[in-house]
């Protein structure tokens, strides 16, 4: 089970359930031996906070869009008292029992009476089956913490039993449990339930809303002597280059310079910051004294992306200055940070033109995990392989990159099973990829950044990819993106003609080919951290709809979100499921690292693959020179 909490009054939670009395199918040829997988998505929402004399009131939603097996509801109160966490709540559903309370929502409508025991192919959310039923139970307990030695010791009681009906009873509604911490995010818990079962668990959790190690990353302090100090006050060129000079420590590379008066501009490509905050401490922190020679007073820093200017942010060095010495709040110094006019001064009055030797190569060996869980074969099919990265930068706009993927062990010869789907098989056909393709080549490509427009606060920018893009499709194809940086939105489009590889993954191609294209709208609501995306167009299946996308940055950068997409194919062509949705995070890889970097570890959960509403991987994602640096996003998140 994995559990989020995206806001202090919500809770999200998935479960992969192995339910080992029931088998996949009732087919031995499908599923063999294997077990029955249930998938679940659940909600919890506090309805009231708990106080000193009030306790906590929560409502919760298990399995809402499931096949049935888990589906409850239930409503919850908790309240600690010194050392102790009480807890008691109703439950519906799978949450009831035979020889529970009278549903008492039946006296407002006979509706709530009847409760299907079954959702069919999961995927709807049942609402007459919501509070439905005529039963419910009730369910206590408490946790008592032992302050000195971190043991936690649990009792409940739950009257429930979901699998009555295929037999399965239990001995007692009583069970005790111990939780034994072995670290701050580390916890070994045993425990009885049900009157005979004994068990045992592990589970991790950590506060990803802020930053998990600290960094060692330590700042330059400069020191000049008087010839110095006026070779820097009088030579254009000696100014620019010692900025440039010191920056590279840091993986800040100096584009441009320049300056105006008692204000200098700096146009910079960085490499190892995510938080564009972090960079402009870094900035004035290591130059300060470069500047201060010079006599300038503001500051403005405009960043790039393959030629893009992506942000351009001024702030009087005086202020900032006074930030660092902790004279001046981060709140103070932001109301004086202008966050807005992408247009520069052009590189005709610039000082110095940043020269960069082309073509430059880069590569890489990594790890590769490819995970598939729930197939009717087994619970867990994978593969364990490495990655040879290969990438040419040709100009700032131009670039190749080339992946080489080698397999060292996997399990996939097990995945025997023919895909069936009513649809063309855009991503149904995973077995025989990833049987076939263990030594692949799962990038082939050519990108160019077309020069972007900017006027005053407005950017659009767009670009050309050709090539292989993934495992499964090449092809070549646009995107565009516009946006103005003083609101909290953008649009993107992309549209792709792209052709089906065989499954080796090497260089010919099957029949299928298709057009898709897709217009998304993104916008960064009101709500802190909180993002909707709406995206229609068509899909890799030929099939047309939309795709509802909302998200939860936290302060660390630390990403959670979920996504459903419905097309104009019908349930009964879907599959199991019905439509398509997801839950992914992201967590930036410098959040759990002693220093600072760019780039993301990328987690999903899918309920299936199935071929309706699924996208094309491995475009051009212009999306990426955007995202986390709106003003609303910059001034949200904390220098440190």
Known sequence: ??????????????????????????????????????????????????????????????????????????????????????????????????????????????????????????????????????????????????????????????????????????????????????????????????????????????????????????????????????????????????????????????????????????????????????????????????????NIKSISLIYQESNVNINKISFPLEDFLSYLENAMTLTELKKVTDYSNFKDYGNSKSIFNGVIDYPIYSWGINPSLKNHLGAPEGFYLGQVGINFDNDVAFSKQTSFEATASFNIYDTFDEFYLTAYSRLPKVRSDIREYLKQG????????????????????????????????????????????????????????????????????????????????????????PVEGLNVKIIGGRYLAKDSGFTLNLSKTFKSGFLLGAYATKTDISAIEFGEGSFDKGIYFSIPLDLVSSKYRKGYARFSWRNLTRDGGVFLNGGLELQRFIENNSRNTLLRIDYE
């Open 1 to 294: 089970m994995i559990a989020a909490t995206p806001f202090n009054w919500m809770e999200v939670s998935l479960r992969y359930t192995d339910i080992n009395f029931l088998r996949y199918s009732a087919y031995y040829a499908f599923s063999r031996n294997q077990t029955f997988k249930d998938k679940s998505f659940n909600l919890k929402f506090r309805l009231i906070e708990e106080t000193d004399r009030y306790p906590e009131l929560s409502i919760g939603f298990r399995d809402p869009i499931g096949t049935g097996w888990f589906s409850s509801e239930y409503i919850v109160s908790s309240k600690r008292i010194g050392d102790f966490d009480f807890t008691v709540g109703v439950g519906w559903g799978s949450l009831s029992s035979e020889d529970g309370i009278t549903n008492p929502f039946i006296n407002l409508s006979d509706n709530f009476r009847a409760r299907s025991a079954d959702v069919g192919r999961g995927g709807n959310i049942s609402f007459d089956n919501w509070f439905s039923g005529k039963k419910i139970s009730s369910f206590y307990g408490f946790e008592y913490t032992n302050k000195l030695s971190g043991l936690r010791f649990k009792f409940d009681y739950d009257s429930s039993n979901p699998f009555i009906a295929q037999g399965q009873k239990k001995e007692s509604n009583y069970g005790f449990g111990l939780a034994i911490p072995a670290s701050k995010l580390f916890d070994i818990n045993l425990f009885k339930r049900r009157g005979t079962d004994i068990g045992f668990s592990f589970s991790y959790k950590a506060n990803y809303s802020r930053e998990i190690i600290k960094k060692n990353e330590k700042s330059i302090d400069l020191f000049f002597n008087d010839e110095d100090k006026e070779v820097l006050r009088t030579n254009d060129q000696v100014f620019s280059g010692t900025i440039n000079y010191y920056l590279q420590n840091f993986g800040i590379f100096t584009q441009n310079v320049h300056i105006n008066n008692d204000e200098v501009l700096l146009t910079v490509n960085q490499s190892k910051y995510r938080n564009l905050n972090i960079s402009n401490k870094r900035i004035i922190e290591t130059i300060e004294n470069i500047l201060i020679e010079r």
């Open 438 to 525: 263990k030594n692949s080549i799962s990038r082939f490509s050519v990108s160019h950044i077309l020069k972007p427009f900017y006027s005053s606060n407005f950017l659009v920018a767009s670009g050309i990819k050709f090539g292989i893009f993934e495992e499964m499709y090449g092809g070549f194809g646009t995107e565009f993106i516009l946006r103005d940086i003083s609101k909290p939105w953008y649009l993107k489009g992309n549209f792709y003609w792209v052709k089906q590889r065989e499954f080796n993954q090497r260089f010919s191609f099957r029949d299928y080919e298709t057009f898709t294209g897709h217009l998304t709208f993104s916008w960064e609501t």
